[in-house]
C-alpha cells in the first residue's frame, strides 16, 4: 500500500529509531577513538604449593601388610596429603630390626625434605620375648634402651616419634584374656613417659575389646577360619594351640583337679617373615585388620592433635 499517510508514519518511525541508535553509537565510537582498553578479565589465583606430610610404621608381623592392621591403616584412614609407608616387617624385634638394615632404611625415609611433618610409629614387643634366638630383647634392660636409641634417631632426623604398645594376642584361659605382652607394653609406657614421646596404648585398647567379645567371636579377626576341634575349644573359654588336633579337654571328674589345656607355643607359630595364611591367635585377616586399623586411627587423633585432620576415622 503506498498511501500517503502510510508513508508519513514510515518515515516518522524510521526517524526516530535512528535519533536513539545514535547517542550510543557516538559514545561508542569516541571510545574507541579515546584509545581505552577493554575491561581486563581477573587475573588468576596463584597456585598454593602442597603442605604434604608422611607417616612411617615400624614394627612386626601384626604391624606390616597382610597380616597386622598397619595396610588398612594406609589404605583407609589417611588423606591425600599424607604419603603413607609401611615399613614394619614380620618376626622383627627392637634387635633384629636394627641389625639386619631395616632401621637403615627408614632413617633414609625420615630425611626426605618434600614433608613439612614426618611422623613415626613404632610397635614391637612380640619378637622380643623370650623363646626367639636372634630376635629376643632382656625385657629390663635390652628393650627400653633399645626404644629410646629409636626415639633419639628419629629426632635427628627431623621426624616424629610415637610409641605403640604391641597388639593384644587372642588367647583365653577360663573365658580370661592372657594378655602375656602386658610388660613389654608397661615398658613402651615408661619410655614414653620418659622421653615425653606421644603413645598409643593399643595394647590395653584391643585387650578390652578382645575380653568383651570372648575366644569365638575373637577368633573372626584370624586370617583364616579354626578347624572345627579348636571352634569347640573357643566355647569352653579356653584356647588350645590353633595349629594341632588336639581334642578338647574332658570335664573332670567330681572332686578332680581340672585337666590343663595344652598352650599354644607363640615362639614356634609367628615367624620370621610374613606369616603363613593360617588360623593363629596372633595375625590379622581383613576384619582384623580393619577393626584394629581403626582403633589406632582413634587413638592417633587423640595422642597427636596434629594430625587429627589427616586421618579418617
Not at 222 to 247: C, R, W
Request: proline content about 9%.
Amino acid at each position: 500500500m503506498n498511501h500517503p499517510v502510510t508513508r508519513l508514519l514510515t518515515g516518522a518511525l524510521a526517524g526516530a529509531l535512528l535519533a536513539s541508535a545514535a547517542p550510543a553509537a557516538f559514545a561508542q565510537s569516541a571510545t574507541v577513538s579515546a584509545g581505552a582498553a577493554p575491561t581486563a578479565a581477573p587475573a588468576p589465583e596463584p597456585t598454593r604449593p602442597i603442605r604434604a606430610s608422611k607417616i612411617i610404621l615400624i614394627g612386626d608381623s601384626t604391624t606390616q601388610s597382610n597380616s597386622g592392621w598397619g595396610g588398612r591403616f594406609c589404605s583407609d584412614h589417611v588423606v591425600s596429603f599424607v604419603a603413607c609407608l609401611n615399613l614394619a616387617r614380620g618376626g622383627r624385634s627392637t634387635s633384629n630390626y636394627r641389625a639386619e638394615g631395616s632401621w637403615d632404611i627408614a632413617l633414609a625415609e625420615m630425611s626426605t625434605g618434600a614433608y613439612v611433618d614426618t611422623w613415626v610409629l613404632i610397635q614391637f614387643g612380640h619378637n622380643d620375648q623370650p623363646g626367639k634366638p636372634g630376635r629376643s630383647t632382656d625385657l629390663a634392660t635390652e628393650f627400653p634402651q633399645n626404644l629410646r636409641r629409636y626415639l633419639a634417631e628419629t629426632r635427628a632426623r627431623g621426624a616424629i616419634p610415637v610409641l605403640v604398645t604391641p597388639l593384644t594376642r587372642r588367647q583365653f584361659v577360663d573365658g580370661k584374656l592372657d594378655n602375656d605382652l602386658e610388660p613389654w607394653a608397661a615398658a613402651i609406657r615408661a619410655v614414653a613417659a620418659e622421653t615425653n614421646t606421644p603413645l598409643l596404648d593399643l595394647n590395653a585398647d584391643s585387650s578390652a575389646a578382645v575380653q568383651a567379645m570372648g575366644p569365638s567371636l575373637a577368633a573372626g579377626f584370624a586370617q583364616s577360619p579354626p578347624s572345627p576341634v579348636v571352634a569347640a575349644a573357643l566355647l569352653t573359654g579356653t584356647t588350645i594351640p590353633a595349629n594341632t588336633g588336639a581334642p578338647v579337654p574332658p570335664a573332670p571328674a567330681a572332686g578332680a583337679a581340672p585337666a590343663q589345656a595344652p598352650t599354644q607355643n607363640n615362639a614356634a607359630v609367628e615367624p620370621m617373615g610374613d606369616a603363613k595364611l593360617s588360623f593363629d591367635y596372633t595375625h590379622l585377616g581383613p576384619t582384623g585388620a580393619a577393626f584394629f586399623a581403626t582403633m589406632v586411627t582413634r587413638e592417633l587423633a587423640i595422642a597427636v592433635p596434629a594430625l587429627r585432620r589427616s586421618l579418617i576415622n
